[in-house]
């Protein structure tokens, strides 16, 4: 597994990056818990836990669990950080049953351009998105403006799967895009592979009107200054 993981890179204050080849994770701490921000693929709870105790923070301080969505590089590692940290899972109601194990992921609708990428990246583009993730349970299922034990403000963004979901911190200005938008060469781009691709436009142009200085994208490196104007702006070119 990515040893970079380990360094838990300090984005914003308690804010903490955690990279990984693929499916990055995100630490929080708000200072009476911990909030972790995906999980990467199956076999990354070492890592985590190590980037945990790089921080100065212990495994049962990790309060909560935020699935941005049900793909495996986002909640593969979801049941073993459980079984040895306690954390309470939430998740979006409609990716709940796929997470917890009790329903098949809904499959992409590829565009042209995504048939071919697919196809590299996973050897069969009719397979995609590939095996599930270890099922968990879902402590708590969330809708759009629900809020976390931190205060964070979950936002609703449906496309890349049904119940894809982001994670604001307005007071921090800090945004968990999940993989409605990804990252490449510094600007924020969209996210690929999704089940609804004019849902998740829809998606990003909602996340264009929040106003943050730090995305934070499960694909490609954080986007630190003036991050929501360059999601604006991308906006504008759809």
């Not at 996973?122 to 095996?131: C, I, R």
Request: glycine share 10%; charged share 20%.
């Amino acid at each position: 597994m990515d040893a970079r993981a380990h360094e838990a890179q300090l984005l914003a204050p308690g804010v903490f990056f955690l990279e990984f080849g693929v499916g990055h994770a995100y630490l929080w701490d708000w200072g009476d818990g911990l909030t972790l921000v995906d999980t990467s693929l199956p076999g990354s709870a070492e890592v985590i836990l190590a980037a945990i105790a790089s921080i100065g923070r212990a495994p049962h301080d990790l309060t909560e669990i935020v699935l941005t969505h049900f793909h495996a590089d986002h909640a593969g590692s979801a049941a073993e950080l459980v079984a040895r940290t306690g954390a309470s899972v939430i998740a979006h109601t409609a990716d709940a049953p796929v997470i917890r194990g009790q329903a098949p992921q809904p499959p992409p609708t590829l565009t042209e351009f995504e048939r071919p990428l697919a196809a590299a990246l996973f050897g069969d583009s009719t397979k995609l998105p590939g095996p599930p993730a270890p099922p968990v349970v879902v402590d708590r299922e969330v809708q759009d403006g629900d809020t976390t034990a931190g205060g964070g403000t979950i936002v609703g963004v449906p496309g890349h799967t049904p119940g894809s979901i982001a994670l604001f911190l307005p007071r921090l200005r800090v945004l968990f895009t999940g993989d409605t938008l990804a990252s490449g060469d510094g600007a924020p781009v969209l996210g690929p592979f999704n089940v609804d691709r004019l849902s998740a436009i829809e998606s990003i142009r909602k996340q264009a009107r929040l106003e943050y200085d730090v995305a934070c994208f499960g694909h490609g490196k954080p986007i630190v200054g003036a991050a929501s104007r360059k999601v604006l702006a991308m906006v504008r070119s759809l």
